[in-house]
């Protein structure tokens, strides 16, 4: 068991490493990454990309916009890999990363991070691990262009009445928020794995839109 479970996971990796989409380098690409796009079309973000419904839909559904999905886990990232086997998507990109260390990789050249059923951390002691958390909202300071854009769906409440308090005392304006998405009328939602499976279990999706100024 332990052995197959060891196999799977190199597999993974040597799946993600022959990958078009993965960036094994990211560092490199610091303040560069509209170059490596050839355009000067935004690039937004999406960190805890899980397997890539969300992102890959979006670059689809978005020619003119350049996607990056990040994510920590091979096991997970290998999904996204193989959905996007025999696609054509230039405004795409993967990186297997900890968002944590996200400032190693960009620098003043994002437009909106997407945060899509991120990991709640429930414990007080682990709130820093939020991806909502002042620690993440200055290192996410760095790496925005102009104005600051941050979106938000999770299932969890808690998760949810922190990111508001959050984003709020960090000089955030909330543009947008909702505790039943799918009840409220949206212009192209586009769904996570995630969010499927909580919606056909009839749990209400929260979701908001918060925006800084430059
Ligand atoms: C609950 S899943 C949600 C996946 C997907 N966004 C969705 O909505 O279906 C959260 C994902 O975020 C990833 N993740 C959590 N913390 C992360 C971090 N610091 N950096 C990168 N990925 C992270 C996890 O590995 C996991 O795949």
Not at 34 to 41: A, E
Request: charged share 25%; proline share 2%.
């Amino acid at each position: 068991m332990i052995n197959l479970r060891l196999k799977n996971v190199k597999n993974a990796s040597n799946i993600i490493k022959g990958s078009e989409y993965i960036i094994l380098n990211p560092n490199d690409y610091k303040g560069k990454w509209n170059k490596l796009f050839g355009n000067q079309n935004p690039i937004n973000i999406e960190i805890g990309m899980g397997k890539g419904d969300f992102i890959i839909e979006m670059a689809k559904k978005n020619p003119n916009v350049n996607f990056i999905g990040i994510e920590m886990f091979d096991s997970v990232m290998v999904r996204a890999v193989q959905k996007l086997e025999n696609q054509n998507l230039d405004n795409l990109k993967l990186i297997r990363m900890d968002a944590t260390y996200i400032n190693d990789v960009f620098d003043r050249e994002i437009d909106t991070i997407y945060l899509n059923f991120s990991d709640p951390w429930p414990k007080k002691r682990h709130e820093k691990r939020r991806l909502t958390s002042h620690e993440f909202l200055k290192r996410y300071d760095l790496i925005f262009k102009g104005s600051k854009n941050i979106i938000q769906k999770t299932d969890n409440i808690g998760l949810f009445a922190f990111s508001l308090q959050s984003l709020s005392t960090f000089g955030y304006v909330l543009n947008f928020v909702t505790l039943d998405l799918h009840q409220t009328k949206t212009e192209d939602n586009v769904m996570t794995e995630y969010e499927k499976k909580f919606v056909s279990n009839g749990v209400k999706i929260c979701m908001l839109k918060a925006t800084k100024k430059a």
